[in-house]
Every structure is written in C-alpha cells, then in structure tokens.
Nanobody, 127 residues
Framework: QVQLVESGGGLVQAGGSLRLSCAAS????????MGWFRQAPGKEREFVAA????????YYSDSLKGRFTVSRDNGKNTVYLQMNSLKPEDTAVYHC????????????????????WGQGTQVTVSS
C-alpha cells in the first residue's frame, strides 16, 4: 500500500521560510516522479513544483520559481519543498503527489497525471 505523508507545515510570518517533507512508503521511490501542489480555500488545486525520479530535473510554476526549491533524497524515500520569502498568498494546504515514470515530463504540472497523493499539510503565512 503506497503512502505519502507530508510534514513541516505550520504558521509563519511573511518573509519567513518553511521546509516541507513528504515521506513515501510501500513503493519503489525511484520509480516515481514527485510533485507538489497546493490548494487555498475556495480555489482550485495549483501546481507548485516537480522533480524527476533521480532528482536531476526540476519543474516549477512560473509564479513561484525563485522562491521555492524542490529536491529529493532517494535514500530516505523523501521529497522536500523549501519555501522562502513566504507571502500571505502562499497560504494553502500543500500536497505531495507521485506520478509513474511513463507520464511525460511536460505533463507533470497537471494533477490528473499523478497516481498517489498525500493528505496534505497546512501552511499559513501571516502578514
């Protein structure tokens, strides 16, 4: 049974940083591309970032590139999202997700192409 468990969310002031983690189990981690999405209240789920199975390729939402960094440690079956210079509009539930390798890289910004999802972790940025 595949499980993705996020952690690291919380309350932070604007301008601060957080690092989210997502630990995977029940699956061969290197068989998966990993992504991060977020959903704010009343809004649709939004792509944040993705990393290839080996971590050599990364892909970001244009609006977040430069503040957020995705990485992975295959030895720990974990993917990370480092978030810097946080803004109140970054407030959302952040989910990690896993896509099988046959999904073309250019389609990883679409949530429908991910097979497994975590339950999410709340990030709240105060002004």
């Amino acid at each position: 049974q595949v499980q993705l468990v996020e952690s690291g969310g919380g309350l932070v002031q604007a301008g601060g940083s957080l690092r989210l983690s997502c630990a995977a189990s029940g699956v061969t981690f290197t068989n998966l591309h990993m992504g991060w999405f977020r959903q704010a209240p009343g809004k649709e789920r939004e792509f944040v970032a993705a990393t290839s199975w080996g971590g050599g390729r990364t892909y970001y939402s244009d609006s977040l590139k430069g503040r957020f960094t995705v990485s992975r440690d295959n030895g720990k079956n974990t993917v990370y999202l480092q978030m810097n210079s946080l803004k109140p509009e970054d407030t959302a539930v952040y989910h990690c997700a896993a896509a099988v390798l046959r999904v073309p890289w250019e389609l990883l910004r679409q949530d429908v192409n991910y097979t497994y999802w975590g339950q999410g972790t709340q990030v709240t940025v105060s002004s």
